[in-house]
Each structure stands twice: as C-alpha cells, then as structure tokens.
C-alpha cells in the first residue's frame, strides 16, 4: 500500500509536468536554426524574475566563435541566467541574445538548442552502462566516436579500468562514480554532441584538486573547437580561458586577457 500511494503521488507529478504549457514558445514565423558557426553576443540585455528587480539589467557580452570566455562573479547575480537566456529558458524583457547576428528567438526553440552543449555543476547520469549514457549526446554515435569523445574528456583510462569497460552499468544518478569521474563522462557527453556553443555551469565545483585538474584540462580540449561560456568561481578555470569578465549590478565587466 506503501508503493501504491507513492507511485500514485509520483504519477500525478508526472501528469502535472507533461500537462504544463511551457512560457517560452515559436513564434508563428520561426525557422530551424541554420548551422551556426558560434558568434554569440547578449546585446543589452534586461531580464527578472520579479519585473521590480531585475536580475540582468543592461547586460552585453559578445564571444567571438571558437574562444571562451569565463563569466565570474557573485552568487546570485545573474550568471546562471545569462545561460537560461542563452537556451530561451526565459525570453529578455529589454534587449536581445544572438547567434552569429540573429536575434534567437527567430528560430525554433528545438533547433535551436540542438546546437548548444550544457554541463551543469550536478550532471544527470542514468542507471545504464557508461556508453550509452555518453551516446546520449548523440544517439547515432559508433562506438569509436564514444572512446574518442571519452578520451578528449579525460575519462578513457578511469572507464576502462571499471569492471566492464565501457559497459559497465553505473548506479542511479551515477552514484557509483566519483564527482569529478561522474564530470567528465558529463563532458564526453558534450563532446560527441558537436554542438558549435558549450555552456558550463560551476564545472569543478566541489572536486577535489586531483578531479579538478582532470575536469579543467578536459575543458580547454573541448572549448578549442566551440564557442565557450563558463560559468565559475575557480580563478584557476578562469584562467584557462581566453577572457575572464565579471558580472556585478545586473552588468558585465570586461575583465583580464586569460594567461594560459
């Protein structure tokens, strides 16, 4: 009766998600995105989740295709949802997010974020062997995309060294791995997407110097080839990018050239 009344619970939550009407929705003139090649700017950008406070206020970053950029600054000041912008979680009240100089809320939300990599600070693994919880990213992928995609993430010798390779079943959330081990299987994730844009959200947080070193070298292979938004609080990631700027009042500071 127990498992009853939960399951009931958890079917009703269920139900109450996928009868949810979503606020960001296509325009009536929306188009698939074309092939970006990654120029991504926030133009002005305003943006709050109560009208009276906004979060971003003003706000512009542009990143260049194939550079990255570390976006650093207080809790709660708006780095996270400079990123929901960028995947129209949410739309801006004033201004405009663009894609190699279009305005994204032309194109369809789906295709849209297609081709845009995110690696949040708590990736989500499921109760399925390492490579298909990396073919995620890309359903097509062979089996020599998934290694070569787990090599540039770092991952390559930790998961052979697991029971069965490559298809070993991993715990619920990925419980049976590491946070670093359990990040970059994350990232190998985003590497066989392709995606031209990769957002990253607190990557090396709470990784031990040994994960946290792996997780970073990891992240400059990937960011090589996309155009690459970091969002941290780890100087040393900060200084591995190509730019560092600083949110701060709802708006971006241009910061320091990157040394490495």
Do not use: C, W
């Not at 943006?47 to 906004?54: E, I, K, N």
């Not at 971003?56 to 295709?65: F, T, Y």
């Not at 550079?67 to 949410?90: C, D, E, F, N, Q």
């Not at 715990?171 to 946070?179: A, F, K, V």
């Amino acid at each position: 009766l127990g498992r009853m009344a939960k399951a009931s619970a958890a079917g009703e939550r269920i139900l109450e998600t996928l009868a949810a009407v979503p606020e960001v929705v296509d325009r009536p003139d929306a188009v698939d995105a074309p092939p970006f090649a990654g120029r991504l700017e926030l133009r002005d950008v305003s943006f709050g989740y109560d009208v009276a406070r906004p979060v971003l206020d003003g706000a512009s970053l542009l990143i260049e295709p194939s550079t990255s950029v570390a976006l650093m600054g207080p809790s709660g000041h708006g780095k996270s949802t400079a990123a929901g912008l960028i995947l129209r979680l949410y739309d801006p009240t004033a201004g405009a997010v663009l894609v190699d100089g279009r305005d994204i809320r032309e194109y369809r939300v789906a295709s849209l974020r297609r081709q845009i990599s995110v690696v949040p600070q708590d990736s989500l693994l499921f109760g399925v062997s390492v490579a298909e919880n990396i073919r995620h990213g890309n359903p097509e992928a062979t089996d020599a995309e998934i290694v070569a995609a787990a090599r540039l993430a770092r991952a390559h010798d930790f998961i052979t060294a697991l029971p069965h390779g490559y298809d070993t079943v991993l715990g619920e959330r990925g419980g049976t791995l590491s946070s670093g081990q359990r990040q970059r299987i994350a990232l190998a994730r985003a590497a066989i997407k392709r995606a031209p844009i990769l957002i990253l959200d607190e990557p090396t947080s709470g990784l031990d110097e040994s994960n946290r070193r792996a997780v970073a070298d990891a992240i400059v292979e990937l960011a090589r080839t996309r155009t690459t938004l970091i969002i941290t609080h780890d100087e040393a990631l900060a200084g591995r990018a190509d730019r560092i700027v600083q949110l701060d009042g709802g708006r971006i500071q241009e910061g320091i050239d990157a040394l490495a």
